[in-house]
């Protein structure tokens, strides 16, 4: 089984405004509960692609916590995606096999408002360019919801695409064609902007590796930027929506920090 994307993770510091602020931007929200750690809380977005969107926010000081930001330094938004595995120990096997090397399996959990118990387990990757993998033991409609929590007033029905800030594009390149396999990648530059990228395909999304070369105005800066407080990683995603008139830009005010857009993807 392919890996697919799994979700994508934004981190708040109000996790119940944050979910009144995206139920205003007309997303359906769930609750999700406490995590195993007793660190973090979250909740969910979900989609009929079976990918989705985690809003976490710390409970307590997490210092060990991957996605910790001390003293708030750095803020909110995206903080990582996940990819989903059909098992992540043999996922993480295949992968040291052919020279790329994942923490793991490491257990995880959390408990749901209405008692039920979620597991899973975690891989680990060792740079912050690629993605975590996150595997269910316990069902995975428990922890991402189906039916009717999976539409939305906005009409968003998937996961189109995600941007990724990286240091070294030829490095990211081979990192990710290990992991995922036999994927094309096409390259490019930004005309003007002083950034190349690459394109891969995930299932049906698109994952566009950005990295500065020079300029100084434009998309490099904003990508030196984020490299240089956030480190690599996620820096953005576009969301399905299947009506034109409904594709727009999200306010970041309300996505508390995420660059969030709503794109025309008609048939996909």
Same mark, same amino acid.
Request: hydrophobic share 40%; proline share 5%.
């Given at each position: 089984?392919?890996?697919?994307?799994?979700?994508?993770?934004?981190?708040?510091?109000?996790?119940?405004?944050?979910?009144? #602020? @995206?139920?205003? !931007?007309?997303?359906? =929200?769930? &609750?999700?509960?406490?995590? /195993?750690? $007793?660190?973090?809380?979250?909740?969910?977005?979900?989609?009929?692609?079976?990918?989705?969107?985690?809003?976490?926010?710390?409970?307590?000081?997490?210092?060990?916590?991957?996605?910790?930001?001390?003293?708030?330094?750095?803020?909110?938004?995206?903080? #990582? @995606?996940?990819? !989903?595995?059909?098992? =992540?120990? &043999?996922?993480?096997?295949? /992968?040291? $096999?052919?020279?790329?090397?994942?923490?793991?399996?490491?257990?995880?959990?959390?408990?749901?408002?209405?008692?039920?118990?979620?597991?899973?387990?975690?891989?680990?990757?060792?740079?912050?360019?690629?993605?975590?993998?996150?595997?269910?033991?316990?069902?995975?409609?428990?922890?991402?919801?189906?039916?009717?929590?999976?539409?939305?007033?906005?009409?968003?029905?998937?996961?189109?695409?995600?941007?990724?800030?990286?240091?070294?594009?030829?490095?990211?390149?081979?990192?990710?064609?290990?992991?995922?396999?036999?994927?094309?990648?096409?390259?490019?530059?930004?005309?003007?902007?002083?950034?190349?990228?690459?394109?891969?395909?995930?299932?049906?999304?698109?994952?566009?590796?950005?990295?500065?070369?020079?300029?100084?105005?434009?998309?490099?800066?904003?990508?030196?930027?984020?490299?240089?407080?956030?480190?690599?990683?996620?820096?953005?995603?576009?969301?399905?929506?299947?009506?034109?008139?409904?594709?727009?830009?999200?306010?970041?005010?309300?996505?508390?920090?995420?660059?969030?857009?709503?794109?025309?993807?008609?048939?996909?």
């Amino acid at each position: 089984m392919p890996l697919l994307p799994d979700h994508l993770v934004i981190r708040v510091h109000d996790l119940k405004q944050t979910i009144a #602020d @995206f139920t205003e !931007l007309g997303f359906t =929200v769930q &609750r999700g509960g406490t995590h /195993a750690d $007793g660190s973090t809380h979250n909740a969910l977005i979900g989609f009929d692609d079976g990918s989705c969107i985690e809003l976490i926010a710390f409970l307590k000081d997490a210092r060990e916590h991957r996605w910790w930001d001390a003293g708030q330094r750095v803020g909110e938004g995206f903080v #990582d @995606f996940a990819l !989903l595995p059909e098992s =992540v120990a &043999r996922t993480v096997e295949a /992968a040291y $096999g052919r020279g790329l090397y994942y923490e793991g399996p490491i257990p995880g959990g959390r408990v749901r408002p209405d008692g039920t118990r979620l597991e899973w387990q975690i891989g680990r990757p060792s740079t912050r360019d690629l993605p975590f993998l996150c595997g269910d033991l316990t069902p995975r409609f428990l922890r991402v919801a189906e039916g009717e929590v999976r539409k939305h007033r906005n009409g968003t029905t998937g996961l189109a695409a995600i941007n990724v800030a990286v240091a070294d594009l030829d490095k990211s390149i081979d990192r990710y064609c290990i992991l995922l396999g036999d994927v094309p990648v096409h390259r490019s530059t930004l005309v003007g902007q002083g950034v190349q990228f690459a394109t891969l395909p995930l299932g049906g999304t698109t994952v566009t590796l950005l990295s500065p070369v020079n300029g100084a105005t434009g998309v490099a800066v904003e990508l030196r930027a984020h490299l240089a407080t956030r480190g690599e990683g996620i820096v953005g995603a576009a969301l399905r929506v299947e009506d034109a008139a409904q594709a727009r830009a999200l306010p970041r005010e309300l996505t508390h920090g995420a660059l969030v857009e709503l794109a025309h993807a008609p048939g996909a």
